[in-house]
């Protein structure tokens, strides 16, 4: 009996004997030094986002800022640690805001449009016509009286003469090369899709002579 409990506990002194390098080279694996550690931040800026609002009402190609956005200001931490063996790990300890971004907002106009001298304005029609000029101001004879239908004087390169059933009279019409003018006369020639613009002399009419261009009647609402 006694012999037998002599070798079951040399048996189990055995098997300690023989853990014990296997358990002493796991601990040893898993050990770090560590040597030196540091704390640094960096500071950087916080992109701003936009935010587009798009507007049926406005001319296509006119952009307005309502909201002026701002860029934003960080600091984030970290800590550096460099250990016994030469490795070195960089962790994010935290990250905070300085300045908060602001969201810049921007009225976008997605209306149909044409781009005059004065800018971008809404185009309520476009349209194809044969486009012919007469001569108000010559100081030898002129084609007409220099009233417009409407009873204003017809001012050069600002008053045409319309249909009234094709283009309503006192419209605002863009004319490329020409500029915007005035729909406030009318001729008894002038019939469907045919505009008649005032000029200054005979010659600059002439010249003008008789045209297909298009033109733009615009939305002044």
């Known amino acids: 009996m006694l012999n037998k409990s002599l070798k079951r506990c040399f048996g189990i002194l055995l098997c300690i ?6 358990l002493v080279g796991f601990d040893e694996a898993k050990k770090v030094t560590v040597i030196s550690d540091e704390i640094t931040y960096v500071e950087q800026n916080v992109p701003m986002t936009v935010e587009y609002i798009y507007d049926d009402k406005v001319a296509k190609g006119i952009d307005t800022i309502e ?10 931490v970290y800590k550096t640690v460099t250990a016994a063996d030469g490795s070195v790990k960089v962790k994010k300890i ?7 971004p602001v969201t810049q907002v921007v009225r976008v106009g997605t209306a149909p449009s044409v781009k005059t ?3 971008y304005k809404r185009v309520k029609k476009k349209m ?3 486009a012919t000029a007469y001569w108000t101001h010559d100081p030898v004879d002129a084609s007409g009286t220099g009233i417009a239908y409407d009873g204003t004087p017809a001012v050069p390169y600002k008053t045409i003469a319309v249909d009234p059933r094709v283009i309503p009279l006192q419209s ?6 020409i500029g915007q003018v005035r729909a406030n006369d009318t001729g008894s020639a002038i019939k469907g899709k045919i ?11 002439w010249n003008w002579g008789r045209r ?6 615009l939305d002044e609402k």
């Open 212 to 217: 297909t261009i298009e033109v733009y009647i």
């Open 67 to 76: 909201v002026e956005g701002k860029i934003g200001r960080e600091r984030i």
């Open 195 to 205: 505009i008649d613009i005032a000029m200054d002399s005979r010659k600059a009419a």
């Open 94 to 100: 935290s990250q905070n805001c300085l300045i908060e």
């Open 17 to 22: 004997m023989l853990a014990v390098p296997f």
């Open 117 to 119: 001298e004065d800018g």
């Open 172 to 177: 605002q019409v863009y004319i490329p090369g």
């Open 128 to 130: 194809t016509v044969q």
